[in-house]
């Protein structure tokens, strides 16, 4: 007899066809069971609303190993969100950054706006775009780009900064308006890679901007004792992952892939890895895992490991919850600040026994479009530390056993503390 396969790390089989199968028979509706994006979920009535929420309840308890008895699930976990959600991952990073000025705000949200995301519109700097159906039509995207240069373009705008804080504003500021004007020309002459390419250079402009106004307005969010000796991040990092991977033709090829961690929300795990990262643990990594739903690498070895928490920020709090999920909290109706939302989500993995054993990382690949956000087994149950900002091309093309060569802190606006 064959021994038992151990499970407890694996986020793909968690996600398998086994599980969205048992959605089905518990009655969601979800129809053939074949493998589904991130448990996408179509209701049809508040029937199927209801029993949706069940279902997806059930699954979450099986999976997590949670105790939740489904009539509170039923009640509250799985409401649907008012609006749609922000599927641009630079754009939720923007927005989770605290004391961020509305003009700011303002301008991201109309430059994001030009781009629908997915796994079907991957975006990309390097030149490649995969699906037209990534880009808004181009007059819209002139508007919405004339609307952000003059948000940009307002007088005293860096008020309250001075010293090497303004400089560093007022040329990020200049970086920001002068990839816009690129966006705006690219656009007039439909020139779709352009767009892109200078959309995420704009982004990552206005993103420095927010975080130098932020670290000089605000202090770090508290942490809980127990873990206040662990590296924390205060700010904006960004880091570049080389990876070894073979070409859909079979060549062997390398490629770079651009995070960028949020320790605004996530001090201690964004903290613990880029820690990782500038020691070199995360340096000939393997892929151990992919699908068309998620990329996850193996856990890192570490000469004196240290337990990393589960860490998750809700909306309108000033600190996180710490070493537990929020349904074991019972914060069932509380949102993520940083949601599965982008494709290009990073996080870190845990044995589903044990959330307090992170170390290793995962991508989700799913098309957000079709996951409605608070309708996935992620959000509130793993740590997300940040998103891949530029490089999601190569993301796609990941498969298991290629590696990462490199990881490496490149950029952005923080401090360790």
Known sequence: MAPATDRSGDVAWMMSVGFVHELAVLGTGLGSPRRQRCCSISM?????????????????SAVLGL??????LAKSSMRLPSKAPETNAQAILLDAVPNCPAWLKEAG???????????????????????????????????????????????????????????????????????LRAMKASAEKKKS????????????????IASIISMRSTTPRPVADEFSKL??????ADVELLVGYKTPSGQPTKGKVLLELDGFSSPISAGSFASLVKNGNYDGLTIRNEDEVLVET?????????????????????SAE??????????????????????????????????????GFFFVKTDPT????????????????????????????LKAGDSVISAKLVGGVYDFI
């Open 193 to 208: 890679a352009d767009v892109i390419s200078n959309q995420i250079i704009g982004l990552r402009a206005m993103d420095d």
């Open 67 to 72: 105790s939740v008895p489904t009539d509170v």
């Open 109 to 179: 949200i109309s430059v994001s706006s030009v781009t629908t995301e997915g796994g079907g519109n991957i975006r990309s700097s390097g030149g490649e775009v995969r699906s037209s159906k990534g880009l808004k039509t181009w007059p819209y995207i002139e508007k919405s780009t004339a609307k952000a240069l003059d948000k940009l373009g307002g007088s005293g705008l860096l008020g309250s900064l001075d010293g090497k804080d303004r400089d560093s504003a007022e040329a990020r500021l200049e970086d920001a308006k002068s990839a």
């Open 322 to 359: 710490y070493g537990t999920s929020l349904q074991e909290a019972g914060l069932f109706n509380e949102r993520p600040v940083l949601p599965f939302n982008a494709y290009g989500t990073l996080a870190l993995s845990h044995p589903f026994d044990d959330l307090n054993s992170q170390g």
């Open 44 to 60: 049809k009535s508040p029937t199927a609303e209801t029993v949706g929420r069940i279902s997806a309840g059930v699954l979450m």
């Open 370 to 397: 079709e996951t409605p956000a608070g309708l996935n087994l992620l959000d509130g149950n793993y740590s997300v530390v940040g998103y891949v900002i530029d490089g999601q091309t190569v993301l796609s093309d």
């Open 231 to 236: 590296p924390k991040l205060f700010g904006h």
């Open 298 to 318: 193996e856990t890192p070895k570490m000469a004196s490991p240290q337990p990393i928490p589960i860490e998750i920020l809700v909306q309108g709090s000033d």
